[in-house]
């Protein structure tokens, strides 16, 4: 073989060995490159997707327990079920990436766990919708969240092996290279190797080419990596510059790979270093049970991780103060920076501003910002950052860091990752963790109480134990006693009843003892007054006396017969006040003019005084029977004061609390009567409040009277809901005062109150004097009563104010009387009478349309309290108690017949 053919047969074997040189080459480099993209792609994509899958698993578990706490669960719902889709479409992006069988067992058995950890939501899910939150926290403690922390443990199962997968992968990525370098060199051995023999035959001329070849071959033979290999410079265009441009782009091919691999390996450590310091911060403070140790412990990590020299946390409570971010933690703070509270609302400063925008803000630090001290030295920080944090798209803390030089890079990637994973969610589960510790506490506050009082209960189980034990001893005992109980319970019942029998035969004996005193009375009061007044001077001076001392006597008597009355009626339950409007000043000037006379009479000097703040109200209260109390008392002064002066005060307390109705406000009203008479020893202040009682019998023989006053106005004004006190020394006086409250109408009130109390509007009379040939004839009355002394002595009075008279004896001889003279101006009834009655007669004069307005004035004997009301519920227009006062009575008459108000009954 000649030397041509032989260069033919190197090179053709050469050629063929580089063929497959580069062959094995080309597919170690492709198996490289495809474990580069299987650890680049497929084996992070795959660890990406399940921490998701972690991280909505976690927001699971908070929409779980919030379903409990929140007020509005339908919020919680949409939490749930959109962390379902979400784990959902995580399932479906990441089951088609598993392709090792262990990879799918690891799965298979997460998808397991995942199925019975849905089918138990399902199930928490349907008991916290029917109300059962007991049943459903109960399975949340005791299946949910173990199931849950057995799904997390699978996760973590399935990463880990992940992530052992993606080292085997550098690993055999590594090893392949080393296959490559190793083939490499062999294969440039061997093609040295044949060169070598190829050149013994090839023309001397080659040797120099061969030569460069070898020498190339040295250096990258001396090189540690193919990041930079040398280059063969052949300007010939025969086999040796084919040798050297393959040589060229295979060293290109192995350069390029070589870049791209380290690309990847420091790609790998970075993200390595970022996850593996992700995961340190969240172990870190995955024991915090509070937000400040939450914070510390936090910051404790980062700081330093990031290359930072200070650090704060701020956080905003979602469910109390959603807009105020607090500083809950700090990193190399200044002292007195760390001891004060910072604040910041929504929007304010740069911390308000990044929770705001939801972005991170770097700013450049100007001098004397921050400062950081170590033993060392001090210095200024330069550079800050601020980092939003969030919950749910909301952003619920930021983050601010400290540093003397920019943050690199991978600091920043760490930090991006950080907040945006599982730290808002860590945050607000301590919150939400807090705030259920706050309640757990306060819980097991009430049980231990509930246990302290089941200790007393227990005890007092005892003690009854034992007073049961006594009971049994008497319960022999209690039953012999109860036949004789329930017999003394029968004659208790007869007795009542007869009780009851006696009070109705009282009431009717009062009622009727009240009309048979009352009826003469009331023809002796009025004759009396009429011979007192002597209208035509037929009497002489001592026969009026005489006249004026029947009158006296008879009121005497009048006003005895009604404090008994008074008194029974109050012993039995039977009088009430009857409320309407009046003047305190009108009252006061009433009360002056009926004891003027009287204190003139004795020589007494009589005070009557009104507060001014009391003079021009209008009061709602029962004038009746507060001038009963006055009168008693201003009696009893005057009664028992010889020498020196007698006075009425009318003034206000203090007002009792809160308002009345209709702009009336309660008010405490004292009517005070001072004198200067024998006074009453301080331990009798009691004992002349008693029926039938005075200070002494001397005193009852000296100054005469029963005893009833004080006790029937110390009742009264128990019924008006006030009471009296007494302040008097024996020879010094004495002084009462009556303290009623009543109610204080203002001025829009006062109208109203006016109309509601004020009379009916009077009748214009119907008849004058010429109609019925009387000339000076004033009108026509129709006196209706059964007892001729009446008829008498009222005929006489009315005569003489020139009023003419109509007698009838009954009411159905009242009702004939007007069907003969249906001219008659007033009707004057009398109540009780045989056959048809008072009440009877008036239902039938309203009944019949032409005296629908006919004025009817009741007359009756009786004193009971229901007297009025049946009178005015019967039809008449107004009322008069026997015996008759001939001013009141006139003044009626003129109200009802003349239209004059001078006066009311």
Known sequence: MNIRQRIYLGFASIFVFIALFVGAIASIMMEMNDNTNEVGNELYTKVQLTHEVQFTLGAMNDGLMNLLMDEEPDEALRAIRGARETLRSLNERLAPL???????????????????????????IRLASEGDASAAEAMLRADIRPKGDELQASLSQFIDYQEELMMSRVETTGEQHRQGQAVMWGGVAMLLILCGVTALGVVRSSVRSIRKISDVMNEVQALDSAAALPRMHASASDEMGVIAASYNRMADALEEHTRQEAANSRWLEEQNWVKSNVADVMNATQGAREIKAFGERFLAHVVPTTGAVAGALYYADPDGTPDRFARIAGYALDPAEAASERVFERGQGLVGQCAVDGAVIDRTAPPHYLKVVSGLGEGDVAYVTLLPIRFEERVIAVLELGAFAPLERIAREFLTELTSGGIGVSLRAISSNMRVQALLSESQTYVEELQTQSEELQQQQEELRSLNEKLA????????RSAELEQIRMELEKQAGELQASSQFKSEFLANISHELRTPMNSLLILAQMLADDAEGRLSEKQR????????????????????????????????????????????IAAERQFRGVAEKKGLAFDVRTDPTLADAVFVGDPRMLQQIVNNLLSN?????????????????????????????????SFQVRDTGIGIPVDKHGLIFEAF????????????GTGLGLSISKELATILGGAIRLESVE????????????????????PEAAAATAPAAPRAPTGNAEED???????????VDDDIRNVYALSAALLEQRYQVTFAEDGGAALAKLNEEPDIDLVLMDMMMPGIDGYEATRAIRADARFEKLPVIALTAKAMKQDRELCLDAGANDYLSKPVKLDKLLSLLRVWMDGSDEGTA
């Not at 262990?102 to 298979?108: D, R």
């Not at 058995?109 to 849905?118: L, W």
């Not at 040939?773 to 006196?783: F, Q, V, Y």
């Open 98 to 124: 598993i392709v090792t069988p262990l990879g799918k067992q690891y799965y298979g058995e997460t998808a397991r766990h995942y199925t019975e950890y849905e089918a138990m939501t399902d199930r928490y």
């Open 473 to 480: 001893e008497q319960f022999r005992y209690s039953e012999q």
């Open 545 to 588: 006396e005489y006249a004026q001392t029947i009158l006296y006597s008879g009121n005497e008597l009048l006003g005895l017969i009604n404090d008994v009355l008074d008194l029974s009626k109050i012993e039995a339950g039977q009088m009430e006040p009857s409320m309407e409007s009046f003047s305190l000043c009108e009252f006061a």
């Open 637 to 669: 002064a005057f009664k028992f004061t010889e020498t020196g002066a007698v006075s009425l005060r009318v003034f206000a307390e203090a007002p009792s609390a809160g308002e009345a109705s209709n702009g009336a406000a309660a008010v405490n009203v």
């Open 693 to 704: 009682r005075q200070a002494d019998g001397k005193t009852t023989r000296k100054y005469g």
């Open 731 to 750: 020879g010094s006086g004495s002084a009462f005062t009556a303290t009623i409250p009543m109610k204080r109408l203002d001025r829009t009130a006062r």
């Open 773 to 783: 040939g009387a000339e000076n004839c004033r009108g026509k009355i129709l006196l």
